[in-house]
């Protein structure tokens, strides 16, 4: 069973930076696509950032040159760094897990879910 758990949420003012990271309670890189979603209220959970076994990225045009996701394999925590954050952004970001190489943008082809952090962004 793997267990994830995120941190570094807050409230920022637009422009503003955030740095959220998704412990994960054993090694899972290797074998394990890796993803944040986001789940503002009354909207369905959206994929913004994925990241597959082999390192590949993709995401969501509306974080685009924006946002950037990482793992430290070493550490067993993936990253969200957020740059330039605007007011949509505001919303609950979940850290997911699937055990596949490849990834899905489906939030049901994950099996894996951290708690949520909240991510408020002010104009």
């Known amino acids: 069973q793997v267990q994830l758990v995120e941190s570094g949420g807050g409230s920022v003012q637009a422009g503003g930076s955030l740095r959220l990271s998704c412990a994960a309670s054993r090694y899972t890189w290797s074998s394990y696509c890796m993803a944040w979603f986001r789940q503002a209220p009354g909207q369905e959970r959206e994929g913004v950032a994925f990241?597959?076994?082999?390192?590949?990225?993709t995401y969501a045009d509306s974080v685009k040159g924006r946002f950037t996701i990482s793992k430290a394999s070493a550490k067993d925590t993936l990253y969200l760094q957020m740059n330039s954050l605007k007011p949509e952004d505001t919303a609950m970001y979940y850290c997911?897990?699937?055990?596949?190489?490849?990834?899905?943008?489906?939030?049901?082809?994950?099996?894996?879910w951290g708690q949520g952090t909240q991510v408020t962004v002010s104009s």
């Open positions: 997911a897990g699937r055990p596949w190489r490849l990834c899905s943008s489906t939030a049901s082809d994950f099996g894996y």
């Open positions: 990241i597959d076994s082999n390192g590949a990225v």
